[in-house]
């Protein structure tokens, strides 16, 4: 795997080591070995059916993997359910159809995990949210409900929910994949700034462009294996596997 | 090809045929010779049965039978002699559940701040201090009987003072109250030994439309969080939960609640010692309450299933753990989705109340055909004939009570903004 990490200290906060997952017979997961470092921007890219959201959601247990190990910042992944929630605790995450309760307001929404889960004072969680909310460019919309924005709005409040818990991991799986051309780019921009500012970030996303400007790596799946991890440059210009290359003809 | 038409400002309007009284009539109804036959038969048809409605309506029918009925609709024999004793001064207690009633709307309306149940609060209490000025008599109706209904006023705007000046104001506090309310209601008809005023009056006695709200009420507030229960359970990892609460829907849902009511008067008392302290009236209310649950449980795991899994996969995923999951994230979005199956459930449940006739109680349905069928004046049957206008008023009052529950719930759906998403 590749060690060059943005950070002066390497320290692994994700390490993957011989993951399998079988969905009944079909064997989603054969054998993931890989390490995230702190810092680092993580792009996974493969396509339909190889595994890559299922290896995400792995990662904070929304999937559970029957060999192998996972150990996030320092937890070891075991059906010890303290151990989940502390990791959850830990990692945010992002899908692609928001999944945002349309019960609740979009101050709610992002409130709700910090004042339940992490016990802060609401007026505390109140003001989180609107700082958030800013740094995702809409604090007006604080009051309304998720059904009343479009679909770019809905997902950078989906960040900044993510975010309120404070993860120093933050996943996102195909996060731009359900929204109409014009938006995707202000979703982009959130992640962009996200990654400046040394968040760790395991992304499946289809956004080339975006791959090669931020990612520190990509990661290829196919058939449940990885077959390319290789900083942008490399993948798109040197890679090393027939694969890639027939999968980024098909997509470019 | 296509024509490229240049951009414009101006709306046409829609051609004349397709707007006015006119144009509907033509397009509903005789859009074709088939639609024409079939608009002038209905129409016959329809106009026949309203003719000869009427006719009965103003000209035939005879509503003395109601009349003479009074008290007896709202309270069955619970002022009678054999219930109430000799002095027959039982009349004041349904009375004063009916204050305690308009007391917790008038909280209601504080709390809510208006709008509906403010609508709701004041159309109910006038339509029941109204009754203080019927010309004739609903039960032996002194002046007392009648301040009484005029009472209904004052508690009103008390329960609003109450909910608005002091810290009771929170639907947290009206709903403790409300419950706190229906068990004074409880104690207040049942009586209680030795006090002055207050002589028990036997469950056997309870009756009439009383019965039936008393039953509908306990019923819907008792089931609602048994049904969310058993909803939870059926879907729980837990197999002896699961199992548990399959077979308990399953048994309640499979049996026709007239058999229940049967068996729990039969059976029970088989299984149980002689003097077993459970009443039959009790025993009925216990059966309609979990039949109606089984119910409930259905229709809300209807509502959980329609939920998409990556609410509850957000949920997880933000660190809640599975309990504040189901209870701020699942449960909400279900119940919402489901007020109309549930509210039909609870409609339902409050026709079936009439039902208690099964173990002798006199609800209002079997009170009013029973008095009609049986009542003897100077010898004679004089309301025998009188069935169809008793069965066409009871079924005007059930309709007012169900109507009204789907009304309001309309209106909450509306509130909650379902089927906008």
């Known amino acids: ?252 | 090809m296509s024509t490229i038409t240049e951009p414009t400002t101006t709306q046409l309007p829609p051609p004349r045929s397709e707007t006015g009284l006119v144009g509907w009539l033509r397009a509903n109804l005789f859009s074709s010779g088939f639609n024409t036959v079939l608009t002038v038969v209905v129409g016959a048809l329809a106009g026949w049965a309203l003719w000869f409605g009427l006719l009965w309506l103003f000209v035939d029918s005879d509503f003395t039978v109601i009349k003479t009925l009074g008290g007896l609709l709202l309270i069955g024999q619970y002022n009678s002699e054999q219930a109430c004793g000799e002095a027959r001064n039982c009349f004041w207690r349904p009375q004063v559940a009916l204050l305690l009633v308009t007391l917790m709307l008038g909280m209601s309306w504080a709390v809510a701040g208006g709008g509906l149940t403010k609508r709701i609060a004041i159309l109910v209490t006038v339509v029941v201090a109204l009754f203080a000025f019927l010309p004739y008599s609903l039960e032996r109706m002194g002046w007392d009987v009648r301040l009484l209904l005029v009472a209904n006023v004052p508690a009103l705007l008390l329960g609003w003072a109450l909910a608005r000046y002091t810290a009771l104001g929170t639907w947290r506090w009206v709903a403790i109250l409300a419950v706190v309310a229906f068990l004074l209601t409880l104690v207040l008809l049942r009586g209680l030994p030795g006090v002055p005023g207050l002589q028990p009056v036997s469950l056997l006695y309870w009756g009439g439309l009383m019965l039936n709200l008393l039953l509908a009420v306990a019923g819907i507030v008792v089931s609602f969080p048994i049904g969310i229960a058993l909803a939870l359970g059926r879907r729980s990892r837990l197999p002896v939960v699961k199992l548990l609460c399959v077979v308990f829907i399953e048994v309640f849902r499979g049996v026709p609640l007239i058999t229940l009511l049967f068996m729990s008067q039969v059976l029970v008392p088989l299984a149980f010692p002689e003097n077993f302290p459970l009443d039959s009236l009790l025993r009925a209310a216990i059966i309609i309450t979990l039949f109606s649950a089984a119910y409930t449980a259905e229709n809300i795991r209807g509502g959980l299933q329609a939920l998409h899994p990556g609410q509850a996969e957000a949920a997880r995923a933000l660190g809640l753990p599975g309990w504040q999951t189901t209870l701020l994230i699942s449960l909400p979005q279900a119940i919402r989705n489901v007020i109309p199956a549930i509210v039909g459930q609870f409609i339902a449940l409050f026709k079936d109340t009439s039902l208690v006739y099964i173990i002798g109680m006199l609800d209002i349905v079997e009170l009013s055909r029973k008095f009609a069928t049986s009542h003897v004046e100077n010898g004679m049957l004089p309301y025998l004939d009188d069935v169809h206008e008793v069965f066409i008023f009871l079924a005007v009052v059930f309709w007012i009570f169900c109507f009204g529950m789907s009304y309001v719930s309309g209106r909450i759906e509306r509130h909650l903004g379902v089927g906008e998403r």
């Open chain 1, 1 to 252: 795997m590749t060690n060059n990490g943005p950070m002066d200290a390497v320290e692994d906060i994700i390490v993957c080591r011989d993951v399998h997952k079988w969905y009944g017979n079909f064997h989603a997961l054969r054998g993931v070995t890989t390490t995230v470092q702190k810092g680092e921007v993580v792009v996974i890219i493969g396509p339909s059916g190889s595994g890559k959201s299922t290896f995400i959601r792995t990662i904070n247990r929304l999937e559970q993997h029957q060999r192998g190990d996972i150990v996030v910042d320092g937890i070891e992944l075991t059906n010890d359910i303290r151990n989940i929630d502390a990791i959850r605790r830990d990692v945010g995450m992002v899908f692609q159809s928001f999944n945002l309760f349309p019960h609740l307001t979009v101050q709610r929404n992002i409130t709700l995990a910090p004042t339940k889960v992490r016990k802060m004072p609401s007026h505390e969680a109140d003001a989180v949210a609107m700082e958030l909310l800013e740094r995702v460019g809409i604090p007006e919309q604080a009051d309304k409900y998720p059904a009343q924005l479009s679909g770019g709005q809905q997902q950078r409040v989906a960040i900044a929910r993510a975010l309120a818990m404070q993860p120093n991991i933050m996943l996102f799986d195909e996060p731009t994949s359900a929204l109409d051309p014009e938006m995707i780019k202000e979703v982009l921009e959130v992640m962009r700034e996200l990654a400046e500012s040394q968040m760790t970030i395991l992304a499946v996303s289809h956004e080339l462009g975006f791959a090669r400007e931020v990612a520190d790596r990509i990661v290829m799946f196919d058939e449940g294996q990885i077959v390319e991890d290789l900083p942008p440059d490399e993948f798109f210009n040197n890679p090393r596997h027939e694969r890639v290359k027939h999968f980024l003809s098909q997509i470019l």
